[in-house]
Every structure is written in C-alpha cells, then in structure tokens.
C-alpha cells in the first residue's frame, strides 16, 4: 500500500531564505508525482506536475525534482516571500486501473517578514 | 488546465440534516472525483464519479452516507447525508486534465453544529 510523508511536517522561515520542502513514498511504481498550494480553508492549487520519466521541473521560483527509485521528491522555493506561507501537498499517481492519488500529510509553511 | 466551479463555498449545518454540493467543470471530462479533507489532515479520496454508472466507493465510504450523481460530463453532486459534528471538512471535487493532472475546485468547508 503506498504511503506518502512530507517532512517537514510544519516550517517556519525569514523572507529571503531558500528552502527545500521533501516527500517520500513507499512503492516507486507512480505514473506522477504532482506539488500543491493550499490556503487555509480552501481548495487545492497546482504548482508542478513531474511525470515519472523526468527528474524535474521549474515554474518561476519554484523547482520540483524527482528520484524514483529512491522514492523521494523535493519542493525548492527559492527566495521566500510572505505570500509564498500556506500548505505545500505532494501526491502521487498510482499506476493501476483506477491512476489513484495518494497525498502527503503536507508542510505548513509560514514566511516571516 | 480545467476550470472547476464548486458550491456552495462554506456552509453550517444542523445535525441530521444533508447537505448537497455541486461541481461544475468547464470541460466533459470523463472521470470526476470527490475527496475530503478532515480538520488537520491531508486529503482521502471518497469516491470516483463517472457519467451514466454508479459512483466507485473507496473503503469506509459508503453510497448512503454519500450519495453522488453525475447525469452528464460536465456536472455531479455529493450529498453529506444525516450529518453528524465528525463530518465537519472540507470537500473537494477535482478532475484530471491532460498528461493525468489533477485540478481541483476551491472546496466546500462544511461545519455541523
């Protein structure tokens, strides 16, 4: 059964900083791997999306990578911003009949100005 | 990327009442999929939608508790019968769209006095 963890489970950092958010999963046979935003109370927002064949992908300040033999994926922010604090889920596509997305537990993630 | 409208955004119920919330989608799409986010915790998928069959039930989610209809490609609603305080969540709708990414709406915060 694949399980997803994203450590840290919450981060607190001064503007400016670069930060690295991880996500592990248990069983390497995904068809993806895909980053979210979540504001507190509110849906889900997609950052990136790394299909199983790429090692990653780069949208702005933001670069996804992906190791999945290792069964790892980073989140790199690059110089942080206050507007960047909100909740960071990764999830995975299971390959198999249904493509289920199994999510993380998330990273809270607050910028201090 | 798909558009999805979710209604309503936020809601307080009494208990033992139902509370019926629609997904709207700018686009058929053939897959829909309602998931549910308890205070704290990360996202569980609660069932998958297709147009012109049944609902697909995961595990401990079941269609008298969660009634759903999808009656064309565009449109399904999740009903949160007989509600209890322990079904206060978010709810979410999302859908994929092309290369298998998922978009979500922006959710429906349920709180059951």
């Known amino acids: 059964k694949q399980e997803v963890t994203q450590i840290p489970a919450a981060l607190s950092v001064p503007e400016g900083e670069n930060l690295v958010l991880n996500c592990s999963f248990t069983d390497s046979a995904i068809y993806n791997l895909q980053w979210f935003r979540q504001d507190p109370g509110k849906g889900l927002t997609s950052l990136l999306l790394?299909?199983?064949?790429?090692r990653e992908q780069t949208s702005g300040r933001l670069n996804a990578s992906l190791d999945k033999s290792s069964g790892r994926s980073t989140l790199y922010i690059a110089a942080s911003q206050p507007g960047d604090s909100a909740t960071y889920l990764c999830?995975?596509?299971?390959?198999?009949?249904?493509?289920?997305?199994?999510f993380g537990t998330g990273t809270l993630l607050a910028v201090q100005p | 990327s798909a558009v999805i409208s979710q209604k309503p955004s936020r809601d307080i119920c009494q208990r033992g009442t139902s509370l019926t919330i629609q997904c709207q989608v700018d686009?058929?799409?053939?897959?829909m999929f309602w998931y549910r986010q308890q205070p704290g915790q990360s996202l569980t998928l609660i069932a998958t939608?297709?147009?012109?069959?049944?609902?697909?039930?995961e595990s401990g989610f079941v269609i008298d508790k969660f009634p759903i209809s999808r009656p064309n490609l565009t449109f399904s609603t999740l009903t949160v019968s007989n509600m209890s305080p322990e079904d206060s969540s978010i709810y979410l709708c999302?859908?994929?769209?092309?290369?298998?990414?998922?978009?979500f709406g922006q959710g429906t915060r349920l709180t059951v006095v």
């Open positions: 686009s058929q799409v053939t897959m």
């Open positions: 999302s859908v994929d769209g092309l290369v298998t990414e998922a978009f």
């Open positions: 999830a995975v596509r299971q390959r198999g009949a249904t493509n289920k997305l199994i």
């Open positions: 790394i299909q199983s064949s790429q």
């Open positions: 939608a297709n147009q012109g069959s049944e609902a697909t039930y």
